[in-house]
């Protein structure tokens, strides 16, 4: 551990910053945050999400934030870790509900949470997914507690049914007095804007990010013959069903066509079931592959292998899969959902509408493109994307979003209430609001408990004051999800 | 709409998409913004007298349950005559048998495949039965108190009203579950009347109410409906006419519920249309619409 105690030996404040390694770029210029990064989901468990947090709590760490990051407990894994670079991350003892998702009663988690808030002197939390709850709460709390709070929206949600009507309300009452919202693109801005009543004045659109360095085409690992590949969990919002009906298309039309599917889910079985139907996987050629679950790290060698990669989803707020595949120089087919169109120009992908026809249409006209040689070669392709999405123009952006949260008030508890009877609806907002008044007089007993002045101030990691001493400037870049 | 400072180049137009830097703040809100939201692209507009004439599938079922309870209660207190209601039956039927046919020319009969001699065995079979058990019907339910069977057949006929099969693709809609509770009442019901041949009687004509006229019922709604519209009204009036022969506040209820079925509730749901607020966009689930079973049968 590369941990030194705080003490006479601390950085001053002029040299606040890491020891600088080549190639990091940042000034003194803007002031620097607390945040607290807070959401159900993280590491172990693997997804958007939670390479989302990583990567951006890392690149502000870089700029020179003091970041941590709040999570339920996963397993074995409690209590407080270090991660890369010093980045601090408190598993909490609390009960998953459903789906990773811890329950919420909007009280049973202030105690802990003031605790860390205090302890750690965040000035900013910043929650993700509005499918935590955890990060609900978080949000709930700071606001009780006058802190400033961001919301980062990941998906993207109907209005149709009774599930979404309830969600929906409940998001209302969760960003209504919220400081800034960030959404992944356009579409989920407008979605999220629409689902909780908010002006869209306070909605940043900042995308995700791909590392590009982790995604690099390598032409001598492509198959022969024409390859598909597909990298999705395989469940019926990702369109597998879709998949079903054009494999055994295209496989009848084209005889040197083959497909490549990473990833698990309950939709496996109709893929094994088309599999065996029209005989695709026979001992002296296999057709189809079928991988199963694959570890973040082993994507990029499943990419290579392929031409052209397909994307089946039904919904989707931004699909990192596409730039991931684009940036290993495939060609990418997708269905045309969500914020799919925003992601890539159009002359790397080719968007069809959610229908077997239309895809194999598509397929078909990526194939002979592929065929008559019209496509550009995957390192031309690799060097347009990496310029597109990148973590650094993400913490970029989103630390002015801080700076600007960082300027406005937070409403005290007066316009709190007012602002939740008046923007929530009469009923859910009275409710709410006297959920407020309890969570604040509950604060206020914690407080007589336990004083804000008697609450350890733990030592900073990461910031100005960080302790964290990086022993391996950049030589252990491609272990970053490894953790201690 | 928005308060943003647009940079001062007017041809630089902001574009909808991620991937190029584009010289707008992050949180800017461009006129095009919510421009691919569409409202209410499924509602469908209602015209009153289609639906006033669609809620008489309602009436029709209401007043089957009424006239089932009237027919009850006179053969209890033995003022019907258990010869007269089944020569009645007997007779409709026939004549609702015959309808049946000559409505649509016979179409249906050559499509289901089915013969007379099977109509008439299922008939045969159905009513030896009925007859030869109905001294078990009748002794069936006597260790029950009365109450209980009253208070059970009400809840019975009452599910038979919710689970009926008005029409609506919904999931609480099952024909079956709905006639075997209307059967399971009329059992109940059948089994206080004072002796066999009542209760025999009293199953049969819960059949034809309850099973059959439903299915003639339809029948006559697709090829006439005007004849559809007188029918639904004699059944209406005759209903209360027999509820009113019983109790006069008791028929006045009944008359208020149905004039509010028929022409008070279509109102409101024309009304509430206008509230009607379905907002649709891109940001939605698409939907399969191809039936992708093929591949795999």
Redesign the interface.
């Known amino acids: 551990m590369a941990y030194r105690g705080g003490g006479g030996r601390r950085h001053g404040p002029s040299a606040a910053f890491h020891p600088v390694s080549p190639g990091r770029l940042f000034t003194c210029r803007t002031p620097t945050h607390n945040i607290c990064m807070v959401s159900d989901f993280f590491y172990p468990n693997m997804g958007g999400v939670e390479s989302h947090i990583y990567q951006l709590s890392q690149c502000l760490i870089e700029r020179g934030h003091k970041v941590i990051i709040v999570t339920h407990a996963y397993g074995n894994r409690k209590g407080i870790r270090y991660l890369t670079k010093g980045l601090k991350v408190y598993y909490l003892p609390l009960k998953v509900m459903y789906n990773q998702s811890t329950a919420t009663t909007l009280f049973h988690s202030l105690p802990l949470l003031r605790y860390i808030f205090v302890r750690e002197r965040v000035t900013i939390i910043h929650s993700h997914s509005s499918f935590s709850a955890m990060a609900h709460d978080a949000l709930f709390h700071a606001k009780t507690m006058g802190l400033r709070t961001v919301f980062t929206d990941h998906s993207l949600f109907g209005f149709a049914d009774v599930s979404s009507v309830l969600t929906n309300k409940l998001l209302t009452v969760s960003l209504c007095d919220t400081n800034h919202i960030i959404c992944v693109s356009y579409t989920s801005k407008e979605n999220t804007v629409l689902r909780a009543a908010l002006n869209p004045e306070i909605v940043s659109v900042i995308p995700n990010a791909v590392d590009p360095t982790d995604f690099t085409p390598d032409p001598f690992r492509r198959h022969d013959s024409i390859t598909i590949v597909i990298v999705s969990r395989l469940v019926y919002r990702k369109g597998t069903d879709l998949l079903s009906g054009i494999i055994p298309e295209l496989c009848q039309k084209y005889q040197d066509l083959n497909f490549i599917i990473g990833g698990e889910g309950p939709k496996r079985i109709i893929l094994e079931e088309v599999r065996e139907r029209y005989q695709l996987h026979d001992s002296s050629k296999i057709r189809v592959r079928l991988l199963g679950a694959l570890e973040h790290k082993d994507v990029r060698n499943v990419l290579v292998q392929g031409h052209i990669f397909l994307n089946t989803s039904l919904t989707e707020a931004f699909c990192m899969a596409i730039v991931e595949a684009a940036s290993c120089g495939l060609q990418v087919v997708s269905t045309r959902v969500g914020g799919i169109p925003e992601v890539l120009p159009e002359n790397l992908i080719i968007l069809c509408e959610p229908s077997v026809k239309s895809l194999c249409e598509g397929l078909e006209k990526a194939i002979s493109q592929l065929k008559s040689g019209v496509l550009p070669a995957p390192e031309k392709i690799h060097n347009i994307v990496k310029t597109f999405y990148t973590w650094r123009n993400v913490a970029e952006r989103t630390e002015k979003v801080y700076n600007r949260v960082a300027g406005e008030t937070v409403l005290p508890m007066d316009k709190r209430l007012e602002r939740l009877m008046s923007h929530c609806g009469p009923v859910t907002g009275c409710i709410f609001a006297l959920l407020a008044v309890f969570n604040f007089l509950f604060l206020t007993f914690l407080r007589w408990m336990t004083p804000d002045s008697l609450i350890d101030v733990a030592i900073d990691a990461t910031g100005p004051k960080g302790a964290w001493i990086n022993q391996y400037p950049y030589s252990r870049k491609r272990g970053r999800n490894k953790t201690r | 709409m928005?308060?943003?400072p647009v940079p001062n180049t007017t041809e630089i137009r902001w574009q909808?998409?991620?991937?190029e830097r584009q010289p707008f703040?992050?949180?800017y809100?461009d006129q095009r913004?919510?421009e691919?939201?569409r409202k209410n692209i499924h509602a469908r507009k209602y015209q009153y007298w289609a639906v006033v004439f669609e809620s008489s599938v309602v009436i029709q079922q209401l007043c089957s349950v009424c006239v089932f309870g009237v027919i009850w209660w006179y053969m209890d207190e033995g003022l019907l005559a258990p010869h007269w209601l089944l020569g009645t039956g007997l007779a409709l039927s026939l004549t609702g048998y015959v309808l049946f046919d000559l409505l649509d020319g016979g179409e249906g009969r050559r499509k289901s495949g089915r013969t007379r001699w099977a109509d008439l065995k299922s008939a045969l079979v159905f009513i030896t039965f009925t007859y030869g058990f109905s001294p078990v019907l009748k002794t069936l339910t006597e260790s029950v108190s009365t109450d209980t069977i009253y208070a059970m057949s009400v809840f019975m006929l009452l599910g038979h009203l919710i689970f009926f099969d008005y029409g609506a693709n919904a999931a609480i809609v099952s024909s079956t579950l709905s006639l075997n509770m209307a059967i399971f009442a009329s059992v109940c019901l059948a089994s206080r009347l004072p002796r066999t041949l009542h209760a025999f009687i009293m199953v049969t004509f819960a059949i034809q109410i309850f099973a059959l006229w439903p299915m003639l019922q339809k029948k006559l709604k697709a090829c006439t409906p005007r004849c559809y519209v007188g029918v639904t009204l004699l059944f209406a009036f005759s209903a209360l006419g027999g509820l009113l022969s019983i109790s006069a506040v008791g028929a006045t209820l009944f008359a208020l519920l149905l004039v509010s079925i028929s022409c008070l509730c279509p109102f409101y749901l024309i009304r509430l249309q206008l509230f009607k607020e379905?907002?649709?966009?891109?940001?939605?689930?698409?939907?399969?619409?191809?039936d992708?079973s093929r591949?795999?049968s």
């Open positions: 928005c308060a943003q909808k998409v991620l991937y703040p992050d949180n809100v913004f919510l691919e939201l379905n907002i649709h966009g891109p940001w939605d689930e698409a939907e399969i619409k191809e992708l591949f795999l």
